[in-house]
């Protein structure tokens, strides 16, 4: 059974696997980034890739890397992302680590953990959303990862729910998703009177009417991209990433409540929204088993 190394690039810290074919993970490690201005951090990578093929002493088949930014049309690299780390733009890790590697946007390696291991597995036709400082997301098509032209598919963060709204994504979309449940709006959505998600949800579960009023507002408009994903895509399955998601049924029961309202249901077929099953893991594991796959069809 074919086994690969998966690395989860951040700028605070580097997430390493190794996964076999099966889904199992055989070995997890953490080590920091260290990102600085001359791209020295890189090394840290390529000690990453040491550790876990020092603990497997047995032929690696492929390496995948998630990483935030856009990648090339042939997964060899990040193509775009300024402003950060510094190095990583259009650098081939392949031929840093002297094996086939390929790599993937961060949010799209998610969805393509949750589709091969987790919570969208045997499903051909899935959505994913990360909810986190911001919303990202990945779009699964007939079995494959729908990246697009630039590979930015499923920027879904970006969609638009009020053409009036002053208010733009850091791609200029007014009225955006991102902005709606971002975790980094919180504190202009409630006039300061929280500075994070969690702090808004613990007010809500204790009844202050305010942030009850913010904080549905916030599902509210989750359900309504939900809604109009589902009539765009029609998925058998939405699945929801990220630390929004630690809200649990403060999330989940309101959600289901507004998709009672907003979601087309033809014949009664209502589209699940699940929650993610993998953590902060999932970047690595989506990257090493869309690595494997790659290397299946050569």
């Known amino acids: 059974m074919r086994v ?10 580097i997430k390493g696997i190794l996964i076999n074919e099966a889904g199992e993970v055989l070995k997890q490690h953490y080590i920091p980034t260290h990102d600085d201005p001359q791209g020295l951090w890189r090394e840290n990578v390529k000690d990453m890739v040491r550790y876990l093929q020092s603990y497997w002493q047995e032929p690696i088949s492929t390496v ?9 049309a042939s997964n060899s690299c990040i193509a775009f992302l300024p402003n950060r780390l510094n190095g990583l733009e259009n650098y081939v890790w392949g031929d840093y680590f002297g094996l086939p590697t390929y ?11 949750e589709a091969a291991f987790g919570a969208a597995r045997d499903n ?13 997301g990945g779009i699964l098509l007939n079995g494959e990862l729908h990246q697009g ?26 009225g955006s998703l991102e902005y709606a449940i971002g975790n980094y709006s919180v504190a202009k959505r409630s006039r300061n009177r929280c500075t994070s998600t969690w702090e808004l949800v613990e007010a809500y579960r204790k009844g ?7 904080w549905l507002q916030s599902v509210r408009s989750l359900a309504i991209a939900l809604s109009s994903l589902i009539n765009a895509f029609s998925p058998e399955r939405i699945v929801l990433a990220g630390g929004i998601t630690l809200a649990d049924d403060a999330l989940f029961e309101p959600l289901r409540s507004f998709l009672d309202i907003y979601e087309w249901r033809p014949g009664g077929k209502q589209t699940p929204v699940v929650q993610a099953q993998f953590g902060d893991m999932a970047g690595a594991i989506g990257a090493a088993s869309f690595a494997l796959r790659k290397r299946s069809e050569k």
Do not use: K, W
Request: some cysteine.
């Open 4 to 13: 690969a190394i998966g690395i989860d690039l951040g700028g605070t810290n």
């Open 64 to 72: 995948g890397l998630s990483a935030p930014g856009l990648p090339n």
């Open 103 to 113: 790599i993937l946007n961060d949010a799209h390696a998610a969805l393509m953990a």
């Open 124 to 136: 051909r036709n899935v959505v994913l959303l990360t909810l986190g400082t911001g919303v990202g």
């Open 149 to 174: 032209l630039s590979q930015m598919a499923g920027h879904l963060g970006h969609l638009c729910l009020n053409t009036s709204d002053d208010e733009c994504s850091i791609v200029g979309t007014p």
């Open 208 to 214: 202050d009417h305010f942030a009850t009023y913010v």
